[in-house]
């Protein structure tokens, strides 16, 4: 895909002006390597899909959304795939599916965007956060079991950066529990563990096709996968408004006296030919993908196989480079993994270096033109979080000294050049004499 260069349609980072929106800060720093706010690569394909989508009878839930749920969890090895507007939304389905309810708990790791966490207190259930392994900055399996209390409920983890948790003991401590797992794969698309899926290994896996993700559905999206015939069951509801299908078999209804009669419900019905039922208690949602953005995810799936090769080459290329600087951690492959780079962390040892990170990203960026971005500051920390349970400053010490200490992630998607990945590889070095002296 190199030389479809030009047909690439991205062209800047011009922003809405929201927190979520984009990088460009717009502080007259001269930037080498920006860290993209797009993920992936369209061309003419996407293109296509997005004019045939449009000339559709149907924009919402049609023909592209059926495919594309089919696509996906063919390529996914799933059972059932649910297309959704975005990740938090799928996340919001799950929660759910799974009943949890006010007074539960739902292990989470603390190093994640805050929608795992927020649909957790969406739900009325506490947050508990068990500390992440230093080295692949995944929830760490031997800190699960303390947390565990009778109101337990669920363990929800997340495949940092694309490299996947290690699931078979999060699995095991889940089944003698007895609870279910989550896996938020906003990071995780075309990674794989012990040979199998993101998204395929515990009770429900939610993905994001937002604009910074491995794949995406013209900026937003996300998608459920899961194996279980009851949970998918439960997800069609929640998803769309609490429908489900009156009994095939019922041929008269009657409701306030009136008595109908059909050969099938649908016949004249349409469209009020649903019912409507909770799901333990819980009310549905209108979290639907549309048409177009379907189509595109149909084209973007094709070429997940190539994005993924061309961000690991991307960073395979960095980790060569960089590991004999002192001081300076590479990105570190669990030999269970296959890690699909949706970020590149790169992690500064301030005693070895001898100076902080901050110190060395100021310079990175100012000095040297190389744009890094910070993930995730602890959830826990948030006002919100620390006014509902009055979380200790000290929870997750690997946490917390990875996001205040130590990381940084580097510009990392599938359209970096040569050139630009030897800038960063000589910004860092740069960056790390200067502050070194
Ligand atoms: C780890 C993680 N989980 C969930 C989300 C939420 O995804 P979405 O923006 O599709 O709702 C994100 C988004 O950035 C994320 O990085």
Redesign the pocket.
Known sequence: MAEKKKEILYTGSDTEGGITSGYNMNDGVKLKVPYSFFGSIYDEEEEKAVLKAMKQESQTMGPQVALFQQEFAKKFEVKHAFATT????A?HVATQAFGIKEGDEVIVTPN??I??SLVILKEGAKPVYADINPKTFNIDPSQIEDKITDRTKAIYV?HYGGQMCDMDPIMEIAKRHNLYVME?C??AHGAKYKGRQAGSIADIGCF???S?KNITTLG?G?MITTNNDEFADRIGRIRCMSLTHWPPEQKVFEFAGFRMEKTDVKDYWIPSHFDVIDDNGKWGNNYRMNETQAAVGRAQLKKLDMLISKRRENAHYLTNNLQSIKGITPVYEDPNCFHSYHLYTLCIEAEELGASRDDFMRVLYREEGIQGIQHYQPSYHFTGFKKLYNYPDRLCPNAEKFFYGRETNLPMHPRLTKEELDMIVTGIKNAAGKVRS
């Open positions: 975005n990740c938090t939304t996340m994640t965007f929608a795992t997340v938020d906003a990071h994001s096709f937002h910074l937003e996300g």
